[in-house]
């Protein structure tokens, strides 16, 4: 695998603009934009507080029936096993902690819950961990007229909060996201996890047939995104996308800065 600088970058997304006009630029979240799973700082911060309101219960208990996990004890204790069962897939699957974690907030409004991500950004100091080569090469595409679209398997509630920080209009941001009745989170999902190739179909629905010239990703959800990419980036690969390297021809790392 190639390692390229920033300027190398840049050079080729240039390129493609001149070729094909009008595409984009796509961006995974956690790993790649910023260091970190915000999904698990927003779980993890809900579980100290231990507000799993009776929707969330409720669904919860159902995951671990279905599952053959134990579906006794209080909502904090049944969440935690409920995630500790994903570090085994074969127990519970990976996409549906994904979902759970995605609608654990079922029952609290809407503006509890931005409330809450919001805080879940400021303690877990988000803002210390953006990795500011990748968010350099966001903000020169941007500087260049090019869309940019931050795409992520985790919760809607924390990666829309995460979004703020890098100044992400509110369309061009695709995450997992639960339903709402009325104004408040139910404990069920608006559509698929942006998960591998989830990922693509949440990308091909802002940009149709566009290009999309760069994808930058760091983890195996990112697979079908930097497939489709003209330009596949990686930064700080992680060892289970390391292993799947034959699946995307051209894939280059990016290089840090020195400074």
């Known amino acids: 695998m190639k390692k390229v600088s920033s ?49 969330a219960v409720e669904a919860m208990r159902k995951d671990a029936e ?7 004890g209080d909502a904090a204790t049944l969440a935690r096993r409920l995630f500790d069962a994903y570090q085994n897939a074969e127990v519970y699957p990976e996409l549906r902690c994904c979902e759970m974690m995605t609608w654990c907030c079922a029952g609290w409004r809407r503006d509890e819950i931005h409330a809450f991500a919001q805080q879940v950004v400021r303690e877990r100091n988000l803002v210390s961990r953006l990795h500011h080569d990748v968010v350099a090469i966001m903000n020169w595409a941007r500087q260049k007229g090019i869309e940019v679209l931050l795409v992520s398997a985790s919760p809607r509630s924390i990666v829309d909060a995460a979004a703020e920080l890098l100044d992400f209009p509110r369309g061009q941001v695709e995450a997992a996201t639960a339903c709402f009745e009325g104004d408040i989170m139910a404990a069920s999902m608006a559509g698929p996890v942006p998960y591998d190739p989830g990922k693509m179909i949440a990308i091909e629905a802002r940009i149709g047939k566009r290009v999309l010239y760069a994808g930058f990703g760091d983890n195996i959800y990112d697979v079908a995104m930097l497939k489709a990419a003209r330009l596949a980036v990686t930064y700080k690969p992680k060892a289970r996308l390391l292993k799947r390297l034959d699946e995307i021809p051209g894939l280059v790392e990016l290089v840090p800065s020195k400074a």
């Open 66 to 72: 279905e599952f053959g996990i134990d579906a006794h």
């Open 7 to 55: 300027e190398e970058i840049f050079a080729r997304i240039e390129q493609e603009t001149l070729k094909n006009p009008g595409g984009a630029v796509a961006f995974d979240g956690d790993g790649t934009l910023w260091e970190g799973d915000v999904a698990e700082d927003f779980f993890f911060t809900l579980l100290q507080h231990n507000d799993f309101r009776a929707p």
